[in-house]
């Protein structure tokens, strides 16, 4: 194992901690709570009244967002490793993402013009 | 081109093989950050409690322990007696892993976090901070993104109205302001050039006057840090931007159908995730433990080795923490489509062409050109840019072909 990887045993040490502890937790509250099962409890919370059937749908601008996310996210695994080296690749790379970030504005700028940052 | 950028490793894992002692050290290192974050989200629900009365003039808690500071801890206590339903349309096995998942994230975010300097531990050489990730920047979007699933699985789990809106809603805003906080530390990172938190602290430890009045180092991170402040609040759906769990429009939120100990575990999840988010914002932008030593010590003296560091961190934290209290006070929640427009039309263009201002700052010091030539002139082009965006969109009353 390199030294590398040896660092991510004490993540992994932490993950396991983590786990264990919330794990206790919720095992501990098993043995300390009442269990009384009445029907009435297992209902949907609607402010009281009874709960309508699930509707299908959600406002499709919510699904545009995350599309949109997808492409800045995409844009940052490009955008790190020049960020980390910038003054090793100079100007050079500083004109090329240049022309990258301008093309991603564009399109940011046709997602906003076509009214989609808009929330209707 | 300088190759490979250099990695800050922490010297515990030196060594070669990974003996018990150096497992010790780690087991340790854990223990107390656990101790450390479980205690702090204690103090910190009880301080915003406290620091809200005093600004509303009421008392607050006062009656569980000296000046109320148990409060928590007995609310805490409650919530494991409490009994626990599971919505009949629940998808059960999701409902229960959710908590989970909202909760690691706030957790392991905290691990790259440098809490202090270089100390010595059961005789190995370490940094004070859980573990010291060569990607430890990207450790912490990744958690960041990561914290979405919980909600997002929460909400969806319940098979109930309210919560569903309540996650999606969430979801489409820790998506939108995850890219503009992306984007604020690409700006520490490229002042920086490296991805190793102890890296990046150790960048921005003290040089003395000379050097903060000529380099100027600290302004090319000033816009970052205001971008991420913004972004980190409604990251962690911290007011203004707690529009997730808006009781006037949705009942309670994703966590709606939640009761008991796992309703706790959000709750916790949600002030450890801003603690963690200020530690963070301090290693980032504050430079973390770094600070003065006490002069009139010797500087590896104990103190100045093991508490100064810690003390600084502290208060840096602190200080991050009362200001998101005093916000939490002071502003009402935003309304949703203002929300998004501030992430989408200004947060994220902002953040994205001054990370292309202040690389041409970077290569400009690394030329040797004129910083006071180039800086307006790059200014002046982000400005332009900006202006342009704005000047093709669509006026009031000018037609657009839209989606619908």
Redesign the interface.
């Known amino acids: 194992m390199t030294?590398?990887y040896?660092?991510?045993?004490?993540?992994a040490?932490?993950?396991v901690?983590?786990?264990g502890?919330?794990g206790a937790?919720?095992g501990?509250?098993r043995l300390?709570?009442?269990?009384?099962p009445q029907d009435e409890?297992?209902?949907?919370?609607?402010?009281g009244a009874d709960?309508?059937p699930?509707?299908g749908q959600?406002?499709v601008?919510?699904y545009?967002?995350?599309l949109?996310?997808v492409i800045?996210?995409v844009e940052?695994v490009f955008?790190?490793p020049w960020?980390?080296?910038?003054?090793?690749?100079?100007?050079f790379g500083?004109i090329e993402?240049?022309i990258f970030?301008?093309v991603?504005?564009l399109g940011?700028?046709y997602v906003?013009?076509?009214?989609?940052?808009?929330?209707a | 081109m300088t190759g490979v950028p250099v990695v800050a490793l922490d010297p515990l894992f030196d060594g070669g093989e990974i003996t018990w002692s150096v497992f010790g050290v780690v087991a340790i290192k854990v223990v107390v950050a656990f101790a450390f974050l479980l205690v702090a989200v204690m103090l910190y629900i009880w301080g915003m409690r406290k620091v809200i009365a005093d600004m509303q003039n009421r008392i607050g808690p006062n009656r569980a322990g000296p000046f109320g500071v148990l409060q928590t801890l007995a609310d805490g206590i409650k919530l494991f007696f409490k009994e626990q339903s599971i919505p009949s349309s629940a998808d059960r096995p999701v409902f229960r892993l959710a908590p989970y998942l909202s909760i690691m994230p706030a957790f392991l975010m905290f691990c790259v976090v440098p809490v202090g300097g270089r100390v010595s531990i059961l005789g190995h050489e370490t940094y004070l901070q859980v573990v010291d990730l060569p990607v430890g920047a990207l450790f912490v979007l990744a958690m960041s993104g990561l914290g979405v699933y919980g909600i997002m699985l929460a909400g969806w789990a319940s098979g109930s109205k309210y919560p569903l809106l309540g996650s999606v809603r969430a979801t489409a805003q820790l998506l939108s302001y995850e890219a503009a906080f992306g984007l604020a530390v690409l700006g520490v990172l490229i002042q920086a050039g490296t991805l190793s938190t102890r890296g990046i602290v150790d960048e921005q430890a003290w040089d003395g006057w000379a050097s903060f009045a000529t380099e100027w180092y600290w302004a090319a991170a000033f816009v970052p840090f205001v971008i991420f402040l913004i972004a980190a609040t409604a990251e962690t759906n911290h007011p203004p931007f707690d529009l997730v769990e808006a009781e006037q429009e949705l009942v309670g939120g994703f966590n709606t159908e939640y009761t008991g100990i796992r309703f706790a575990i959000f709750f916790l999840a949600e002030f450890m995730n801003v603690i963690t988010m200020s530690a963070i914002a301090t290693t980032l932008f504050l430079g973390g433990p770094s600070g003065p030593g006490l002069g009139f010590l010797a500087a590896d003296n104990v103190v100045n080795v093991w508490l100064m560091p810690v003390f600084w961190f502290l208060v840096k934290v602190l200080a991050l923490l009362y200001c998101t209290i005093w916000v939490r006070a002071s502003l009402p929640r935003m309304r949703y489509d203002r929300l998004m427009a501030l992430g989408w039309k200004y947060l994220i263009e902002v953040a994205v062409l001054w990370v292309l201002v202040s690389a041409a700052l970077v290569v400009a010091r690394e030329e040797g050109w004129n910083v006071w030539v180039v800086t307006p002139i790059v200014a002046a082009a982000a400005l332009g840019a900006f202006g342009v965006l704005y000047l093709c969109m669509p006026r009031p009353g000018e037609h657009v072909e839209e989606f619908r």
């Open positions: 030294e590398f040896r660092q991510y045993l004490a993540v040490v932490f993950v901690a983590a786990f502890m919330v937790m919720l501990l509250a300390l709570r009442p269990t009384n409890k297992y209902v949907t919370y609607e402010s709960p309508l699930l509707f959600a406002n601008r919510y545009i967002y995350a949109l996310f800045f996210d940052a955008i790190f960020a980390i080296d910038v003054d090793g690749l100079e100007w500083l993402m240049t970030i301008g991603l504005l940011l700028a906003w013009r076509k009214g989609l940052l808009k929330w």
